[in-house]
């Protein structure tokens, strides 16, 4: 019974240290250079999965300061690839429009307007894709929403 135990907690675990996407600096995969990782959504400080170390809470389309959930927290609220500041839905305050892979200005689909370019798990300054100009790799999948806590955690936190 002790090793069941045992051999339960240890595939929890792994399973728990699997289900993290990490976010490096530049092009390193190096574990010293994680700037945030995401895990069961929320995103923590570099390797960290201490509750006092999160940076978003992530909740259906929004995204919450550190580990709010208090309607009065919400940083972004994320619609058809529209990142509204707050609980907003107003035109007006769109802070970017996520689109095939660009991140925009406000609503803008201009190519003057790109903020970032993501391709391959990889975030470029502006409309680059030369690997001088990576801003920072992510190691797995995110969604819209992940990934718009982790460019926060980015942006405005690092």
């Known amino acids: 019974m002790k090793k069941t ?4 907690l240890a595939i929890l675990t792994m399973s728990t240290v699997l289900a993290q996407t990490k976010v490096y600096k ?7 250079d994680v700037i945030c990782n995401v895990n069961n959504n929320k995103v923590y400080k570099k390797n960290s999965s201490y509750s006092g170390d ?12 550190e580990n709010s959930s208090y309607s009065g927290d919400v940083l972004y609220n994320i619609q058809d690839g529209k990142v509204y500041k ?4 107003y035109s007006g305050d769109i802070v970017m429009t996520i689109k095939d892979g660009k991140i925009y200005k406000g609503t803008s689909s201009y190519s003057g307007d790109v903020i970032a370019t993501i391709r391959d798990g990889k975030v470029y300054t502006g409309n680059s894709s030369y690997s ?27």
């Not at 135990?5 to 339960?8: A, D, N, P, Q, R």
């Not at 530049?26 to 010293?32: A, H, K, R």
């Not at 809470?57 to 300061?65: E, L, R, T």
Request: charged share 15%; hydrophobic share 40%; glycine share 8%.
């Open 132 to 158: 001088g100009d990576i801003a920072f790799t992510i190691d797995d999948y995110a969604t819209i929403e992940e990934f718009v806590a982790i460019w926060h955690t980015v942006k405005y936190i690092y």
């Open 86 to 89: 707050a609980t907003s839905t």
């Open 5 to 8: 135990i045992l051999l339960l």
């Open 26 to 32: 530049g092009t390193s995969t190096y574990s010293g």
């Open 54 to 65: 999160v940076t978003c809470n992530i909740s259906g389309s929004k995204i919450y300061k």
